[in-house]
T-cell receptor
Framework: EAGVAQSPRYKIIEKRQSVAFWCNPISGHATLYWYQQILGQGPKLLIQ????????DSQLPKDRFSAERLKGVDSTLKIQPAKLEDSAVYLCASSLGGIRANVLTFGAGSRLTVL | DAKTTQPNSMESNEEEPVHLPCNHSTISGTDYIHWYRQLPSQGPEYVIH???SNVNNRMASLAIAEDRKSSTLILHRATLRDAAVYYCIDKLIFGTGTRLQVFP
C-alpha cells in the first residue's frame, strides 16, 4: 500500500513569511496527526484529526498555526507568520483510529528552515 | 501528562542482543505501550506495541513489567541497520528517545 505522502520535502523562508504543508494519509485511515520535530528532540503532537473533526489541538500555537482536513482525507498545516523557532521537521502520520492499539504510519516529513 | 523516560544513548556490537529500557510510570491501565524508531532523515517507523503480555514480532520483542510502569524493547541480534533513535510512547507523546549505535 502507498505510504503517507507529504510535500514539500524542504522549504526555506524568511521570518514573518507564510508556509503551507500538505499531507495525504494512507487510504482508509480515519485519524491524521501533525507533529513538529525540532532538531535533537522527539516529535511533538500539534493536532489530531478524526475524519474531518479536531480531536486534540491543545499544543497547536493557534496565533500562527492552523490546520484543516476539509474532506476527511488530505490535510494542510499552515504557519503565518513564521518565526525562527518554527524551524523544524513537520511530520504527518495517519492511523485507522478508533482503537486504543492503533498504529501510526508516518510520512518522511517536511523540513522547514526559517531565516 | 503522559511521560516516558529513556536513556539518551546506548551502544551495541553487531550480532549482539540489545535491551532498550523505558519507564512509563504514568501510563493508564488501558493504554498500549508503543515503540517506534527513527532513522536519519526519515519519519518514525512502528516497531512493536503491547498492553500487558510480552510480545514478539519479526523486528523485536517487547517485555512489559508486571506493574506496567516499565518495558524493555529487545533486539535479539543487532545489525548496522538497527542504528536509530528508539522511542517508547504513551498517549501519542514522544520523549527524547534512545540513540542506539551499533558497531561492526
Amino acid at each position: 500500500e502507498a505510504g503517507v505522502a507529504q510535500s514539500p520535502r524542504y522549504k526555506i523562508i524568511e521570518k514573518r513569511q507564510s508556509v503551507a504543508f500538505w499531507c495525504n494519509p494512507i487510504s482508509g485511515h480515519a485519524t491524521l496527526y501533525w507533529y513538529q520535530q525540532i532538531l535533537g528532540q522527539g516529535p511533538k503532537l500539534l493536532i489530531q484529526f478524526q475524519n474531518n473533526g479536531v480531536v486534540d489541538d491543545s499544543q497547536l500555537p493557534k496565533d500562527r498555526f492552523s490546520a484543516e482536513r476539509l474532506k476527511g482525507v488530505d490535510s494542510t498545516l499552515k504557519i503565518q507568520p513564521a518565526k525562527l523557532e518554527d524551524s523544524a521537521v513537520y511530520l504527518c502520520a495517519s492511523s485507522l483510529g478508533g482503537i486504543r492499539a492503533n498504529v501510526l504510519t508516518f510520512g518522511a516529513g517536511s523540513r522547514l528552515t526559517v531565516l | 501528562d503522559a511521560k516516558t523516560t529513556q536513556p539518551n544513548s546506548m551502544e551495541s556490537n553487531e550480532e549482539e542482543p540489545v535491551h532498550l529500557p523505558c519507564n512509563h510510570s504514568t501510563i493508564s491501565g488501558t493504554d498500549y505501550i508503543h515503540w517506534y524508531r527513527q532513522l536519519p532523515s526519515q519519519g518514525p517507523e512502528y516497531v512493536i506495541h503491547g498492553l500487558t503480555s510480552n510480545v514478539n514480532n519479526r523486528m523485536a520483542s517487547l517485555a512489559i513489567a508486571e506493574d506496567r510502569k516499565s518495558s524493555t524493547l529487545i533486539l535479539h541480534r543487532a545489525t548496522l541497520r538497527d542504528a536509530a533513535v528508539y522511542y517508547c510512547i504513551d498517549k501519542l507523546i514522544f520523549g527524547t528517545g534512545t540513540r542506539l549505535q551499533v558497531f561492526p
